[in-house]
């Protein structure tokens, strides 16, 4: 254990070199895949004269406003996991944390605007409103949890936040995946796909949550000595 520079006074504990080992993979697989979906994109958007485009022609100035602001929460948010690590320059990571969550503020903006000038049917913008709503509830928590010295609230609520900032690539995978098996894209299984893109993860994730935490409770009530009571109820 030692103290952790963000916060004076807050111990955090040093994982083993296997669990560093694994934190490097995982990072390193999140940069690629950020790296490839913020390409994807430029690559979609870049023609003038690409049927993509052309969608958004008189409401460029809200698409780039969308597309700025998101490849900026990708990027921030991946480099966010690496940040964390580092101890003794701990302002990187608060103005890391503050550009990503102000990239994304704008991302938010300019997604509000398309959606409401957007003709898509109903079931799909009230999907992409979901996945706004979302990301604002998770991450105005984690930045809650930061302000008030939580330090273990704040990055189990960004790791959310950033579960949620992932939902257009985890879309567009299921979407390919959908088209794939044969699926018509139809304005419902778009809708589907959108909540699924951070439902999905998000549970998951709680799912991952509670049966980690329920196994270090188990190993902690096996390593109490006989008698103590650590884990029982009173009476």
């Keep these: 254990m030692r103290t952790d520079p963000i916060r004076e006074g807050v111990a955090v504990p040093r994982g083993g070199p296997a669990a560093r080992v694994v934190w490097v993979l995982l990072w390193i697989a999140l ?10 994109v430029y690559l979609k958007y870049a023609a003038l004269d690409s049927p993509a485009y ?3 022609l008189t409401r460029r100035g809200w698409l780039w406003c969308h597309l700025g ?10 480099l966010q996991f690496a940040t964390q690590r580092w101890r003794r320059q701990a302002w990187v990571h608060r103005w ?22 957007s003709p898509a049917p109903m079931p799909i913008r009230v999907a992409f409103a979901a996945t706004e709503a979302a990301w604002l509830v998770v991450a105005s928590i984690g930045v809650v949890a930061i302000l008030r010295g ?41 809708a589907a796909l959108l909540w ?5 993860p998000l549970l998951a994730y709680a799912l991952g949550r509670w049966l980690a935490d329920a196994a ?8 109490a000595p006989t008698g ?8």
């Design 69 to 78: 602001g998101g490849a900026v929460g990708i990027v921030l948010g991946t």
């Design 31 to 40: 940069a690629a895949f950020a790296a490839e979906f913020v390409r994807h």
């Design 196 to 200: 699924g893109s951070w439902a999905v």
């Design 96 to 117: 890391v944390g503050r550009a990503y969550f102000a990239g994304m503020l704008v991302t938010m903006l300019g997604a509000t605007a398309l959606i409401a000038t």
């Design 150 to 190: 939580q330090i273990e609230v704040h990055r189990r609520w960004m790791l959310r936040a950033y579960l949620v900032t992932l939902a257009p690539v985890v879309f567009r995978i299921a979407l390919y995946g959908a088209v794939g098996a044969g699926m018509a894209p139809s304005p419902n299984t778009i």
């Design 216 to 223: 270090k409770r188990g190993a902690r009530m096996a390593a």
């Design 228 to 235: 103590t009571g650590v884990g029982l109820d009173a009476g």
């Design 54 to 56: 052309a969608m958004f």
